[in-house]
């Protein structure tokens, strides 16, 4: 045992036996909750002079006041502590309180869903709400004469669709049920164009074939970019029906997909019909038709030659409008040569392929079945190649139209008149990076077309090479592609908010061979995923009107693919994330109060206002109205500065509600509820805890006021004076205690506003001594003496029986010594252990063990140290070092503070080797580099700890017996006492003078940073060495690795040094937060582990260079994922699942 603590204490204990208790009413709006306190327990009648403090969990501190409710309170976990006088003696009682609620700031837009037919209410506006609380209210606030429907709607949806809407300009206000409305929203319903064939997508028909007397007639294909496709729906009422020239249509079908039958005039056949007209008859759901005439198309043949090398070749015909084909189809080939016939029946229109004719003149003619004529052709004369250049390769701009910068298509082409043959070979060959190879399945096709390779590689600027086989021999063909092939993308995006949305301007440069070209851009996915139907546009604006993730597109087409990024390319899409930002309160800067000296009726109201949109140069307007009446009115007053006071024609009286309403630029507004609180008598100044231990840290702090310009002054009970906000005192004494003062100067109130704190410091003194160095110590029952353990380890050395290796071995009987000496040997008055040192060699010999028996310290021969370093009160080991001595080697990773008391009377910390127990107010559970705990220094803070640096590293002693003379006559001498020193005990971290020692420590900075390395923070290693000081300041070594970067130092401590500090300092505006720091000798070794402190569960290994890797368990404590961390991030290396089948 090291060191002991002795604690003399005084502490008084309160007698009363009672408690604080708390009802709570949820916050359903954005704070509406509410938070009663009362006493419960045996004596909470006897407990007098009541005052209530709430603190929320984020800071925010609510004055100290005698009313136990509290009210407009946002959804948290809040600190409610009660205080009073009980039996003459100061008592509080603090619970934890969580007012529920989930409430999220209003927002919603509206947007015109589909025009208005000509003289008829078919419009459609959609109203979108996000967040806030339901049920949502529309109102319609502006609307055109015709208009005759409801105006106020309700809904429980987050989408409400308004109908039966004529045209002309309508304002909706859309708001929630906490009184919360988005800008009013501006909507016009426009009037249909005429339906044209190009916007209904007429004409598509197919022939019954049973008797090729009967059309069965398509519905139109609107395009999703016609202004009639919101009607393609069952329920709309818009149809269409079809008919001949002079005749109705037999009936109207929905244009969501029924098809109508259309017979043949009598005595007709398809063959009849090509070319002639019929009439589609488009009907709007008011009842008007327009007709819209089709001509029916004409279906042709197309032939193509497969030719075989020089010995025959195929026919590879396809057809056109082949569904209004009458089947069968009639294939005459006619060799005029030979006079040979090939007569092919086709029952199908597909395409077709016929092999095996020999060169030379055809006729060939294709017949439908009621002879109308698809193809002819007379004297055809079909040649084998005499050239070798049958393929050609060409660049064309390609994809680069839809938006892919500096990349072409190749096209590799056959001869004209010519297809491709089944099972041709075309390969790209260079490049090396660009990797592709196909193999025609079929015959068919002049042309393929390539934009990317098998290894997803693009065609940028530069020369290829292709190999085409075919079964008639190969042939290479290069083909270069130049900056002029390519189109050229240049564009940004820039963001502007509004009141009906996010603005987005695009700028633009898209240039072909140093031309401008055409651009088109589009929003093609939102929030709800891809935009079937994106709106193209060349110039203005595009406006962002729902929150979430958007895409943006560009190219010289109106159409952009966003498959690109499959291959790596998102040159052509932009993302913009919309997160609008609702109209809100500062709760910081937002308080209803009456100054000192003010009468009961003398109460002012101070709101701001955050987010929402104004225009430059505008205000917030602020709507004072009794409780209850904010959203509608009547009001008492309006301004726009946000300030109300009491006057002649309103009075604000103390301890009263009062609601608030703020509209920013757009009209969005919001409602607050404001109590008004009499500064006079509230609690204003504040301390961070009730009461103190000695060498604690005390924090000061006033009351947020709803100002942001003040000037304070506190002054000390010794009467020195501070004019921060908010004071620390560090290492608190005795000398700290007291009453402190604090006078407030704010434009608020035109008296002084003051306040007063009592710092109350435990009555106790701490004497740290050693129960060990004191005076005489019983080295039994210290554990110095009596505990037998393991000392050395040794090996013996000698000669085998067998050495010769070519004689026959026997392995159950070979091997043995040639001859044994036993370590231990029997002697006259017992055994003695061998001093031979040739045979018996000793290879580890343990200097060091902890209380626990677990050793700490050993060497081998060559004088080389192994340490072990514990910690959870020396049960387990959190660091292994290698070429170190204990007092060498240092390890701190916060996981183990919680398993010391925590109460004033605490005695010495033992056994750390970085102690940073007089921070234990520091460590903190939200940040962690391994393990569950880091510790935090504030913004602006410090931290450091200090260690002794050694000259030389005694080894240790044993206790000096001190004998004498008795007092009392007897014979020989008595033992006096056993004396003991400090080489007795564990060294404390001590490193040695005139070695090189590393430091490595995990840091992170709690704000963002898009950087490569934090740099609000400086940590330093400060040597002393007499009237010298060597300062190393750390840098930061390695990437930001999930918001941890490592820092990593090797520094000299010179010979003669007395002193090693470690400094870290938070010298930014961002909280600092420090993990797994480790020191040891450069030339060493070290491991590091860290554990659950709740399971002991291994959580984390560091290895040498203090990367973490990490062990993951599942609710069972099975190992279930092994993570590692490396320069390039975290990465998953073992995942195991296992599950039991039940039977």
């Known amino acids: ?382 040649a084998p190649d005499t050239d070798n250049d049958k393929y050609t390769a060409t660049v064309n701009p390609g994809q680069g139209i839809y938006g892919l910068d500096r990349s072409a298509n190749i096209r590799i082409t056959i001869k004209p008149g010519q297809v491709w043959a089944a099972g041709s070979i075309i390969e790209l060959v260079s490049p090396a990076t660009h990797r592709l190879k196909v193999v025609l399945p079929t015959d068919g096709g002049s042309v393929y077309e390539y934009a990317v390779t098998d290894n997803q590689q693009f065609f940028k600027p530069g020369v290829y090479t292709w190999k085409v086989t075919d079964r008639c021999g190969s042939q290479y063909i290069t083909t270069e592609v130049k900056e002029s092939d390519v189109y050229k993308y240049d564009w940004s995006i820039a963001e502007k908010d509004s009141c009906n949305g996010k603005i987005l301007n695009i700028t633009k440069n898209v240039t072909l061979n140093g031309q401008p070209k055409p651009t088109y851009y589009a929003i093609v996915r939102d929030p709800s995923g891809v935009v079937w139907n994106p709106v193209y546009v060349q110039q203005g604006p595009l406006l962002l009107q729902s929150p979430g993730e958007y895409r943006i597109g560009i190219s010289a087409y109106p159409y952009v693919p966003d498959y690109y990024e499959v291959f790596g390319r998102t040159e052509n899409i932009k993302f913009i994330n919309y997160t609008p930002k609702p109209l809100a309160i500062d709760p910081n800067l937002t308080a209803g109060y009456i100054c000192p000296q003010g009468a009961p009726n003398s109460g002012s109201i101070v709101v701001r206002a955050i987010n929402g949109i104004l225009q430059p140069g505008a205000s917030y307007q602020f709507k004072l109205a009794a409780a209850g009446n904010g959203f509608t009115g009547p009001y008492l007053d309006s301004n726009y500065v946000g300030r109300f006071n009491s006057g002649s024609s309103y009075s604000l009286m103390v301890n009263q509600n009062y609601d608030v309403k703020i509209i920013d630029g757009c009209g969005a507004s919001i409602v607050q509820t404001v109590r008004i609180l009499d500064y006079a008598t509230a609690q204003l100044a504040l301390l961070d805890k009730e009461a103190y231990c000695v060498g604690d840290i005390a924090k000061l702090n006033v009351l947020q006021l709803p100002s942001t310009a003040i000037k304070y002054r506190w002054t000390f009970p010794d009467g020195s004076t501070d004019t921060l906000k908010a004071p620390i005192i560090r290492n608190l004494g005795p000398q700290d205690r007291g009453v402190y003062h604090v006078a407030i100067s704010a434009d608020i109130c035109q008296d002084t506003i003051r306040g007063q704190v009592t710092l109350d410091l435990a009555d106790f003194e701490r004497i740290c001594y050693s129960a060990v160095t004191d005076t005489s110590v019983n080295p039994y029952t210290a554990g110095l003496l009596g505990n037998w353990r393991a000392f050395r380890a040794y090996s013996y050395y000698g000669a085998r029986k067998e050495s010769d290796p070519n004689q026959q071995t026997n392995t159950r009987t070979d091997g043995t010594y040639a001859d044994f000496i036993t370590f231990w040997q029997k002697q006259q008055h017992g055994w003695k252990a061998s001093q031979d040192t040739t045979r018996w060699v000793w290879t ?86 391994t393990g569950r705990y880091s510790i935090r220094i504030a913004a602006g803070d410090t931290m450091f700890t200090s260690h002794t640096v050694t000259d030389v590293a005694g080894e240790a002693s044993k206790p000096v017996f001190q004998t004498g003379a008795a007092v009392c006559t007897l014979p020989g001498l008595v033992l006096k006492a056993i004396k003991a020193d400090s080489t007795v005990l564990l060294p404390p971290f001590s490193p040695l003078a005139g070695k090189k020692v590393l430091f490595s420590a995990w840091v992170k900075e709690q704000a963002d940073c898009n950087c490569n390395g934090y740099t609000q923070n400086v940590v330093k290693l400060v040597v002393k060495k007499g009237e010298e000081t060597f300062i190393h300041t750390i840098l930061p070594s390695g990437n930001i690795i999930e918001g941890w970067q490592r820092y990593e130092y090797a520094a000299d401590v010179p010979q003669g040094s007395t002193q090693l500090s470690v400094l870290f300092i938070a010298n930014g505006t961002s909280d600092l937060y420090i993990d797994d720091i480790r020191l040891h000798p450069y030339n060493a070794n070290m491991k590091s582990y860290v554990y659950d402190p709740m399971t002991l569960r291994m959580m984390a290994e560091l290895d040498e260079n203090n990367y973490a890797t990490f062990f993951e368990y599942d609710d069972d404590g099975v190992l279930i994922r092994v993570k590692k961390e490396t320069e390039r991030g975290i990465k998953t290396i073992k995942e195991t699942r296992s599950a039991l089948v039940k039977e």
């Open 1 to 382: 045992m090291a060191f002991g603590w002795m604690a003399v204490a005084e502490t008084a204990e309160a007698q009363c036996n009672w408690s604080v208790q708390a009802v709570v009413d949820s916050s359903r709006c954005a704070a509406s909750g509410k938070i009663t306190a009362s006493l419960t327990g045996p004596d909470k009648n006897n407990v007098t002079n009541l005052l209530y403090k709430l603190k929320s969990a984020d800071g925010l501190e609510y004055p100290e006041v005698g009313n136990p409710s509290f009210e407009n309170l946002p959804a948290g976990t809040y600190e409610l502590m009660a205080k009073g006088v009980c039996n003459s003696q100061l008592d509080s009682s603090t619970i934890i309180v969580t007012v529920p609620g989930n409430y999220v700031a209003f927002s919603a837009n509206g947007v015109g869903l589909r025009n208005a037919f000509r003289n008829c209410n078919t419009g459609q506006a959609k109203m979108s709400f996000f967040n806030g609380r339901k049920r949502y209210r529309v109102s319609i606030t502006g609307w055109p004469a015709a208009y005759q429907g409801e105006k106020i709607f309700y809904t429980q949806a987050s989408e409400l669709v308004v109908d039966s809407l004529p045209t002309g300009n309508y304002t909706f206000i859309l708001s929630d049920s906490c009184g919360s409305s988005a800008s009013p929203q501006s909507v016009t319903i426009g009037e249909l164009p005429t339906p044209t064939v190009s916007e209904m997508g007429i004409g598509f028909l197919d022939l019954i074939q049973a008797d090729c007397n009967k059309l069965s007639m398509a519905p139109p294909s609107i395009h999703p970019t016609s202004p009639f496709y919101p009607y393609v729906n069952a329920n709309s009422g818009f149809k269409f029906g079809v008919a001949w020239p002079g005749n109705e249509p037999a009936e109207y079908v929905s244009v969501m997909g029924t098809r109508p039958w259309l017979n043949l005039p009598a005595g007709q056949t398809m063959k009849d019909i090509y070319g002639q007209t019929i009439n589609y008859y488009i009907k709007s759901p008011c009842g008007e038709v327009t007709i819209l005439p089709h001509t029916v198309f004409t279906p042709s043949g197309s032939v193509f030659i497969v030719k075989n090398c020089s010995v025959d070749f195929g026919l590879d015909g396809s057809f056109g409008s082949r569904s209004t084909i009458c089947l069968p189809i009639s294939v005459k080939v006619k060799n005029r040569q030979t006079e040979q016939h090939w007569d092919i029946t086709l029952y199908d229109a597909n395409d077709w392929t016929q092999h095996g004719f020999p060169y030379g003149s055809y006729d060939i003619s294709i017949l439908s079945a009621d002879s109308a004529v698809l193809y002819s052709a007379t004297n055809y004369m079909i």
């Open 844 to 929: 580890a010999e343990s200097t060091l063990f902890n209380k626990k028996g677990f050793e700490l310290e050993n060497k081998d021969p060559l004088g080389r140290y192994n340490t072990a370093i514990y910690g959870f009160e020396d049960a387990l080991a959190v660091a292994a070092v290698q070429n170190s001595r204990y007092r060498e080697a240092a390890f701190e990773g916060f996981e183990d503070y919680d398993l010391s008391s925590n109460i004033c009377e605490t005695g010495c910390y033992t056994g750390r080797r970085f102690d940073f127990s007089s921070f234990l107010g520091m460590i903190d559970s939200t940040q962690r580099h």
